[in-house]
Nanobody, 120 residues
Framework: QVQLVESGGGPVHRGGSLRLSCQAS?????MAWFRQAPGKEREGVAG????????LYADSVKGRFTISHDEDKKTMYLQMNSLQPEDTAMYYC????????????????WGQGTQVTVSS
């Protein structure tokens, strides 16, 4: 079973930046970032096919967030710029979907999450 460990979250002011990391015991072909704010459903943020340049982003983060990965380090990243209070959530990495889709039920492996809090 693949294990995923997220890191890099924390408090940040509006307009600031953070880079999240997802350390994997092994990279799967499909990997993604999701987030869940209190009282809301988990939503997809971005996903990718490892070993390719193919990525997918939610409309709400396009132009602000960048997903990437390093195969040698078995790590996926999420560079988040121009953060807004509405980006506040627990961020999770996921792996193992058949295709990269930003729907939580399609993914079989999840990390424990890292909290991102954006203050105004």
């Amino acid at each position: 079973q693949v294990q995923l460990v997220e890191s890099g979250g924390g408090p940040v002011h509006r307009g600031g930046s953070l880079r999240l990391s997802c350390q994997a015991s092994e990279l799967k072909y499909t990997m993604a970032w999701f987030r869940q704010a209190p009282g809301k459903e988990r939503e997809g943020v971005a996903g990718l096919y490892t070993g390719t340049t193919v990525t997918l982003y939610a409309d709400s983060v396009k132009g602000r967030f960048t997903i990437s990965h390093d195969e040698d380090k078995k790590t996926m990243y999420l560079q988040m710029n121009s953060l807004q209070p509405e980006d506040t959530a627990m961020y999770y990495c996921a792996a193992g979907a058949t295709y990269v889709v930003l729907k939580p039920h399609s993914w079989s492996v999840w990390g424990q999450g890292t909290q991102v809090t954006v203050s105004s």
